[in-house]
């Protein structure tokens, strides 16, 4: 517990975190990694569909407590090496199925054999919804707990940034982040936690900074049009966030860094008459302060960020039990964020604040039986934000406050049948209501709105031998709650799987409102609203994927997706004559593709490499006569990235490198921003006194120093540390 | 208001007569081996881009495509000054001025403004030093565009966002506006010394918001006040600059006019979103086009900008910010001879005689 001293009272500052990281190094350079007598064990297993008791491949199969992870095969088989002997928590994850796990006991040098059940369940809106094929989600993918807890992630927009086709933007250290997915704005992109939507109505956009990345069990992201799937918004992608439930035992995680970041985590859960309940908490800030370079463009010269400081505080409690023959799952959740708006780097604000708090409450039942699935989600959510800025540098100063309540239903159905065509139907319904009271929005924006959507799905199995293709179908109609329009959007897929090698095919449509900032913003200092205003609409959106794995003492596994997709009507802010922005809609022509390749290498003595690289390329372009594709404003063409990761004994880490491609700050091919790389490294150290589990971290964010961003005007800080310590009672 | 006047052709002629004269005797003095030697100059057309933040250079007598020059990744620039080869651009949010050399087609320096500036309006107060006018700081800064100095800054009225260098005198036009951008009453000019860099007086002038101007055949400022937005309440007022005090006032030219020029013939020629462009003839006090019966480029009637060439030829601006745009060049009877493109939002043109190369 030295170490842990060492981090819990580290001062803000960087002498005193060198110290730390020596220290740090020094002890587990000191560790023993393992007793001589010990011999690495192996863990063998299978897992099988708790519905049609069919082989599950593509399930990641993870040591808890080691991070030791593959995939099984076409089979449903894995096989961990290199396993130290004792008693492990096995955990498996795969989209469309409920995450498992189970207690292994490794004797020494010897092999432990499971057999895992998954149960299929629909994921998206808190545990109902439609069972995820590749066919509708070719290039999802997900990032478990362990990744989640290694990442050193803030919050969720940290997660998520720099992943396949994803675009997380940023105002600065500690300010507001919203993600964009294959060219589509924020206010494209739902974001759900537990099935409850995190976009602001009056935005559009889900800011990803005010999700504490440690209340995340899982992380989804659907990239495409699923608004058949998941409803209005959903047009870029769709990124599911289930968050933590009741944990095994105490768990503490404190966490310091440079810019003054801080963090301390905790969390406990516990069995009481057939319930599960859990509780977590935490507790996050910087100073958000540093010294920067103004870019030569604007001028140039030293300057200092200043009003970028940031607080959170998260809290969540679960209780999770079985229920008439279902699960029963009821969450309560609150986050407040107070923090400073520095504004653009040559133009910034010194007294602009942000506070806001927002509550959720939601209660799910669902139940998976042979053949029929149900489920139901209650929720209720309350949203309060006050902005201020006595002293803005330009215009009036302002203090505008706004309080969002939100209730909904969501109810849905699935029937499958085991017959030769393996006929699946279902469908649901989903019903919000809205308050909105803004002083942000105009006298006659409408204060209430209520969102209803019914959808249907099927999908069949021809009998056509082993590679028999999937065929899917989903429709959903939506009534606008402030037009009362309705509109319809569709997704239809093919999917073919032989071998180490899948195949998808998807057609499918989409559409997202205007937000009630669009078109009822209340009119002020160069800032006018479009209460005429469309919606972005995805008429037609074609994607083809392949997908292959295989491998046996190097597991590899890579893929393609290719997108096209036309956006008609894309809302975007742009000034008039007079520099007075107003949003617009414009035609944008947009298709592209993603590619990833990993492996992953076992080694004797424990060790293992795993590798992985994944390219984006998206094409987003003005529909009009240039005599070149101008590429939208700030959607970069090209993004990528290289990772790997190791464990050696008691020691893991990694280094990540990112690209963020060249993009234009304006709607011509002008002024270009061009691409930069970003590294990030990080060190871990594992102790397990007895019953306990210890881990040291290091982590170096933007290695080179490197101060580009995505926008321009919102620096970066450069080189950063962090330093992090987690406690944790094993089961 | 009496009727208004038709085009003086006969002045444009005159005007033309005597450009092309000067180009000849030019010519020949390129060719008189025992002159001196002076440069092969081509005329070019500079039009600032707001949204691209860019300008668009084109030659005026030749066929080449035109080419465009990135100023910032941001800012919000509405106005520049030209001399010479060289512009220099006020960036508006970002506190600074990008200066670029059109012979290279490069911005060779971005000099760096006061925090808060604002940055719009700028003149040459020489071949090295121009005042940009900081609308947010209620001050002028003097930089030096060779070195990419901050010479000074100068206290000068409320919202300064215009610049004109006359005989010695910089006038800067003060919109006295609120934080709201709205005009808190009558606007003001503030008088400087050139060569001394001091506020010589401040004269207030009967219009609303005054933002930009020209010099007159006359040797007179004419500056036209903007007014509000959707105000209909555009006028011009017309300093003597060894007057203190505003000498003259015309109202009439509607709803916010924008940066104005003087035609071959004499009369003042001020472009507007809401109605085109109308014609002023400061000799008999009457328009020659009433904002009624503005001129109308393609039929439309709107205009983000104008300026005449060295051939007295005008030219104005297509007020498009969605995509990119076009100037358009006017016969004598206003009709469109011919359209050039430019880039999302033009907002103003300027004339300018770079050497050949």
Request: aromatic residues 6%.
């Amino acid at each position: 517990m030295r170490a842990f001293y060492l981090i819990s009272t580290w001062p803000r500052g960087r002498p005193t975190a060198l110290a730390g990281v020596l220290s740090l190094l020094a002890l587990g350079a000191l560790h023993p990694p393992r007793a001589s007598a010990q011999w690495p064990g192996q863990i063998h297993g299978s897992v099988t569909d708790a519905v049609t008791g069919a082989p599950v491949s593509q399930v990641a199969v993870q040591l808890a407590d080691q991070s030791r992870a593959t995939t099984s095969d076409q089979a449903g088989a894995f096989r961990l090496r290199g396993v130290d002997p004792g008693a492990h928590r096995l955990m498996v994850t795969r989209l469309g199925y409920a995450p498992a796990e189970v207690l292994v006991s490794v004797e020494n040098g010897a092999i432990a054999r499971v057999r895992l059940v998954m149960t299929p369940t629909p994921i998206g809106i808190g545990g109902l919804g439609v069972r995820l094929d590749p066919a509708v989600a070719p290039g999802a993918y997900s990032i478990g707990s362990p990744e989640i807890r290694d990442a050193g992630a803030s919050t969720l927009g940290d997660l998520l940034r720099g992943r396949p086709g994803v675009t997380v933007s940023e105002r600065g250290v500690g300010g507001a982040q919203t993600i964009s997915i294959r060219g589509v704005a924020g206010d494209g992109v739902l974001v759900l936690i537990d099935g409850v939507p995190l976009n602001d109505p009056t935005t559009g956009e889900a800011d990803l900074s005010r999700l504490a990345a440690s209340s995340a069990e899982e992380i989804t992201v659907l990239p495409g049009a699923h608004t058949a799937r998941f409803g209005q918004r959903a047009q870029g992608g769709v990124v599911l966030v289930r968050t933590r439930a009741a944990g095994s035992g105490p768990r503490l995680r404190t966490e310091g860094g440079s810019l003054g970041r801080w963090r301390a985590a905790a969390e406990w859960g516990a069995s009481a008459g057939g319930f599960r309940i859990g509780a977590g908490g935490e507790a996050s800030g910087a100073d958000g302060g540093f010294t920067f370079t103004q870019p030569g463009d604007i001028g140039g010269g030293e300057a200092h960020r200043r009003n970028a400081d940031v607080e959170r505080w998260t809290g969540w409690a679960t209780v999770n039990g079985v229920v008439a023959e279902g699960l029963l799952r009821l969450r309560l959740g609150s986050e407040r964020i107070e923090r400073g708006l520095p504004g653009k780097s040559f133009a910034p604000s010194r007294s602009a604040r942000q506070t806001a708090t927002r509550s959720q409450a939601s209660i799910a039942w669902s139940r998976v039986e042979q053949g029929l699935d149900l489920g139901a989600t209650l929720f209720g959510t309350l949203d309060e934000a006050h902005l201020e800025d006595p002293d803005p540098p330009l215009g009036r100063s302002f203090d505008t406050r706004t309080r969002l309540s939100s209730g909904g239903l969501k109810i849905a159905v699935t029937r499958r049948w085991s017959g030769i065509w393996r006929p699946e139907v279902g469908g649901g319904l989903d019903g919000e209501y809205q308050r909105v009271n803004s002083g942000a929005l105009s006298e006659t924006s409408p204060r209430q709105r209520a969102e209803t959507s019914a959808y249907a799905h099927g999908a069949v199995t021809p009998p056509l031998g082993n590679a028999a293709p999937t065929l899917s179908l989903a429709v959903r109609a939506h009534r606008d709650g402030l037009s009362g329009i309705w509109r319809t959007t569709h997704e239809v897929g093919v999917a073919w799987a032989r071998g180490p090698v899948s195949l998808q095919v998807s057609q499918r449509s989409g559409f997202s409102p205007p937000s009630l900032g669009d078109q009822y913003f209340r009119e002020g200092v160069a800032v006018v609203p479009n209460p005429d205003l469309g919606p972005e609409r995805v008429p037609s959106e074609w994607e083809a994927a392949v997908a292959f794995a295989g491998g046996r003492a190097v597991g590899w596994s890579g893929g393609l997706s290719a997108f096209r997709g036309d956006i008609a009507g894309m809302i975007v802010w742009q000034p008039d004559f007079r520099f007075v922005w107003s949003p617009r809609n414009i035609d944008v022509r947009r298709d592209g593709l993603e590619a990833w390749f990993g492996a992953d290498a076992y080694f004797g003595g424990g060790g293992s490499l795993k590798l992985k690289a994944e390219f984006s390329l998206v094409r987003v372009t003005y529909d009009r006569d240039d005599p070149e594709p101008v590429q939208v404003l700030y959607r970069p063409r090209h993004t990528g990235a290289l990772r790997a990761d190791f464990e050696l004994g008691s020691w893991s880490g990694g280094g990540r490198a990112r690209y963020l491609g060249a993009r234009f700050p304006v709607p011509s091919p002008v002024n270009e921003l061009p691409g930069f790389w970003s590294i990030d490294v990080a060190i871990r150290h594992t102790w397990r006194p007895a019953g306990w589990r210890v881990r040291a971290g290091l982590r170096v964010d933007r290695l080179l120093d490197q101060t580009d961003a995505l926008i321009f005007g919102f620096p970066q800080p450069g080189r950063t540390l962090g330093l992090a310590m987690e406690v944790q009672r094993l089961p | 208001m009496g009727k208004p006047a038709e085009p003086r052709r006969s002045q444009h002629l005159i005007g033309s007569m005597l450009v092309s004269l000067s180009l000849t005797l030019v010519m020949a003095g390129c060719s008189d081996s025992s002159g001196p030697e002076l440069p092969i100059v081509r005329e070019v057309g500079v039009v600032l881009n707001s949204v691209d933040i860019s300008l668009t250079v084109f030659g005026v007598n030749s066929q080449g495509t035109p080419f465009t020059i990135g100023l910032a990744p941001d800012g919000s620039p509405v106005s520049m000054a030209v001399r010479g080869s060289l512009v220099a651009v006020p960036l508006g949010l970002v506190p600074a001025v990008a200066v670029v050399d059109l012979t290279t087609g490069l911005v060779t320096r971005t000099v760096a403004l006061p925090e808060g500036s604002g940055a719009t309006g700028a003149a040459f107060l020489d071949d090295e030093r121009v005042m940009v006018a900081n609308p947010g700081l209620g001050s002028v800064s003097v930089v030096n565009v060779v070195d990419g100095t901050l010479v000074t800054s100068i206290d000068v009225g409320v919202f300064p966002q215009g610049v004109i260098v006359h005989q010695g005198r910089a006038f800067v036009f003060n919109g006295e506006l609120g934080p709201d951008f709205l005009p808190t009453g009558p606007g003001t000019i503030t008088v400087l010394d050139v060569a001394r860099l001091e506020v010589l007086a401040t004269i207030d002038v009967s219009g609303e918001n005054p933002s930009s101007g020209a010099v007159g055949p006359d040797g007179r400022i004419y500056v036209v006040n903007a007014g509000r937005f959707f105000g209909d309440n555009g006028s011009v007022s017309m300093l003597d600059g060894s007057i203190p005090g505003e000498v003259d006032w015309q109202g009439g030219f509607g709803d916010f006019p924008g940066a104005p020029a003087f035609g071959p013939e004499g009369d003042l020629y001020v472009p507007a979103f809401s109605y085109g462009v109308a014609i002023w003839s400061p000799v008999s006090g009457q328009f020659v086009r009433a904002t009624e019966r503005a001129i109308e480029p393609e039929g439309v009637p709107s205009a983000s900008g104008l300026g005449f060439d060295a051939a007295g030829r005008l030219y104005t601006l297509r007020p498009d910010c969605v995509r990119p745009s076009a100037i358009l060049r006017l016969s004598s009877t206003f009709e469109v001879e011919a359209t050039m493109p430019v880039g999302v939002c033009p907002i103003a043109v300027a004339f300018t005689e770079i050497p050949e190369g």
